[in-house]
């Protein structure tokens, strides 16, 4: 009988792996540095040979293995073939395939990060009990993933859920990482929100308690705690598109509940005061009275979605 599964987020820095019980209780987890020189052609023996290394230290044979559970930042297909991941160095290969033959027959699944991460929510974190979620994590950039009727919505190549590359400015001259102009994660991200405020402290001769020290998206919702005028007034603009761009998702997929994580989210729910307003003015009435929530797993939502691939 299986007893156990692996979850593994591989993030461009370090891999995050966790062992599990089949009923998601998490029983171990750890870091191993993400080698990305050569392509990252040492990224998945370095996995293996980790996952192995704990299967003899917790005396785990492959029987009693369900699988591996793999998120990786970049598109995944529905096969497990991964379709560049450019943080890692990584073009088109099959990652289904080469890790299970570096794992010896062990059953893989793969997913992208975000998506995967969302799964996590939804099974362990902020989205439990609801059948239709999507998960938005503002961070340096906007990451999404969209749970629909319990299943991921990865799309052709796993490249659905990218929320953050919505098009939401047309006169934006600034380009995105993407390489497109006036994406939402151009303003909703914590980079966004810091663009935000040093566009309107040079266009405001407003007193602002932002004009000292370092610019960022915890100085912004700091100041707007504190009753900054310039500040509520830059919250609201973020408010303004981002209540827009998930406005526009919902239109699409009708979900429950909206799940926020990432590093803006520790402003707390103050953010869906900035963000309902917006979302409630431009959503189609049938998705009007949505749920917003924060997350709950942090940087562990990768490794529960990974494991939990693996157990549906």
């Known amino acids: 009988m299986k ?40 990224i998945l023996p370095d996995i293996a040979a980790s996952i192995l290394e704990k299967m003899a230290q917790k005396n785990i044979s492959k029987e009693d293995l369900a699988g591996v559970g793999v998120g990786v930042p970049g598109p ?4 497990g073939v991964v379709h560049k991941a450019v943080n890692l160095g990584w073009g088109r290969f099959d990652l289904k395939k080469e890790l299970g033959t570096l794992l010896e027959g062990i059953r893989i699944e793969a997913g992208n990060d975000a998506n995967v991460a969302a799964l996590g929510e939804y099974w362990k974190g902020g989205g439990q009990g609801y059948n239709n979620m999507v998960a938005v994590t503002l961070g340096t950039g906007i990451g999404g993933g969209i749970i629909i009727n319990g299943e991921i919505l990865s799309g052709a190549t796993g490249a659905g859920g990218e929320i953050g590359h919505i098009h939401v400015d047309d006169d934006e001259t600034e380009e995105c990482g993407c390489g497109n102009h006036g994406c939402l994660e151009q303003y909703g991200s914590a980079t966004g929100i810091t663009r935000l405020a040093r566009r309107a402290l040079q266009a405001s001769d407003k007193d602002s308690v932002l004009r000292k020290g370092e610019l960022s998206a915890k100085a912004v919702f700091d100041a707007v705690k504190a009753g900054d005028e310039l500040a509520i007034e830059i919250a609201e603009k973020f408010g303004d598109y981002l209540g827009k761009g998930l406005g526009a998702v919902a239109a699409v997929v009708n979900p429950e509940i909206f799940v926020i994580g990432g590093g803006v989210s520790k402003a707390g729910e103050a953010l869906f ?18 749920i917003f929530a924060l997350a709950l797993l942090g940087n562990d939502a990768g490794i529960y979605g990974a494991a939990k691939m693996v157990l549906d």
């Not at 995944?76 to 096969?79: A, K, Q």
């Not at 005061?273 to 949505?290: L, M, T």
């Open 3 to 42: 007893s156990h599964v692996f979850g593994v987020d591989v993030g461009g820095t370090t891999v995050k792996l966790g062992l599990f019980d089949i009923n998601g209780n998490v029983l171990d987890k750890w870091e191993i540095p993400t080698r990305t020189e050569d392509g990252g052609k040492n």
């Open 76 to 79: 995944v297909d529905g096969s």
């Open 273 to 290: 005061d900035y963000i309902r307003p917006a979302y409630e003015k431009n959503v189609f009435h049938g998705s009007r009275n949505v």
